[in-house]
């Protein structure tokens, strides 16, 4: 056999025993009940945010939000819904987990070249000053860090994380190493997995929803004390600002919609406690120039919160056509 033919009988069986190696690992990890997952991170979130700025059509419809958000709606279902109603439209979901979305309102507001629709799912307390700047790491990540080469890389790995569990960076080879040399264990298993679209599912059927629950519920109450609610008139004028953003996408084409998504139970308790939507919600649709619409409101929009704050994966593409049948029904479409 000649040099270049070992060379690549070595090159093939190396190729081979990769690909089995790779496989073998695969395999096992999915047999303990992990699985791919997309990477949510401010790269991804940036792609889908020069997405939104696009000329139509498609009408572009900016999905901004936190959790309830991002883990309660499918593009590809409101999308398929819009369609069936003869609207041709593109949601991109830019809500961000544990963040309140105005400061990317603000920088739709801001860009001019935004003439969508957005969709800004938020309750009485994402209003508060407090929170007001939450995005705005994003936003400015976006503006000040993302390159082209930053999205290249993000395009190509995120259908291999999509399909590949060894293409999640939580069970990159080193990680799995320093885990196990700090006595870590194997990685935390998630029940929200993510698409490239950056739409979340919530799968409670994979975790422990009694302690989830508890965690969640516990977690409000340790929190709501430390804000004192501000009175209704101080509230309102704290937020006289996102009048003016909403009348710059008005102003342009655009148009804005204000969501209070489903919850329920104790959290639902508290949020009327500290925010009661007669006294501030109610009040600030008189003066918004923007449609506001609360679940209470629409029966198809009560869809069961597990954990009192999300909606379950099943649930998902229900919660999606709803919400674009009643965004036809207040004149949205």
């Known amino acids: 056999m000649s040099s270049a033919n070992r060379w690549i009988v070595v090159w093939v069986a190396a190729v081979l025993a990769s690909v089995a190696l790779g496989t073998a690992f695969e395999l096992f990890w999915r047999g303990q009940g992990y699985g791919p997952t997309a990477t949510d991170d401010m790269n991804l979130w940036s792609l889908h945010r020069a997405r939104v700025v696009r000329p139509a059509p498609p009408m572009r419809v900016a999905l901004l939000g936190a959790s309830r958000i991002q883990y309660g709606l499918s593009p590809a279902a409101m999308r398929d819904e819009a369609r069936k ?46 929170w007001r700047d939450m995005q705005q790491k994003y936003v400015h990540y976006y503006h000040h860090e993302f390159t082209p080469a930053r999205a290249l890389h993000r395009r190509l790995l995120t259908p291999l994380q999509e399909h590949l569990l060894v293409a999640r960076p939580d069970f990159a080879w080193v990680t799995l190493l320093n885990r196990w040399q700090d006595g870590l264990g194997p990685p935390w298993k998630e029940y929200v997995t993510f698409t490239s679209d950056r739409a979340g599912a919530t799968d409670y059927a994979r975790s422990d929803l009694k302690a989830i629950r508890e965690g969640r519920i516990n977690d409000l109450r340790r929190h709501y004390p430390m804000f004192t609610p501000p009175t209704p008139e101080a509230w309102l004028a704290a937020n006289r600002d996102i009048i003016d953003w909403v009348g710059r996408i008005n102003a342009r084409g655009g148009k804005v919609v204000f969501y209070r998504e489903p ?53 998902i593409d229900r919660h999606s056509r709803a919400l674009v049948q009643v965004l036809r029904q207040r004149g949205v479409w």
């Open 263 to 315: 919850v329920s139970d104790e959290h639902f308790a508290m949020d009327e406690e500290r925010f009661p939507r007669a006294l501030m919600w109610d009040r600030m649709a008189q003066v918004m120039p923007a449609v506001m619409i609360d679940f209470q409101d629409h029966p198809e929009l009560r869809i069961p919160t597990p954990d009192t704050s999300h909606i379950d994966a099943a649930d």
């Open 85 to 130: 109603l003869g609207r041709d439209i593109d949601p991109v979901m830019l809500a961000v987990n544990g963040h309140y979305p105005l400061a990317a309102l603000r920088d739709l507001a801001e860009d001019d070249r935004f003439v969508g629709l957005a969709i800004v799912g938020i309750d009485g307390r994402g209003f508060h000053r407090a």
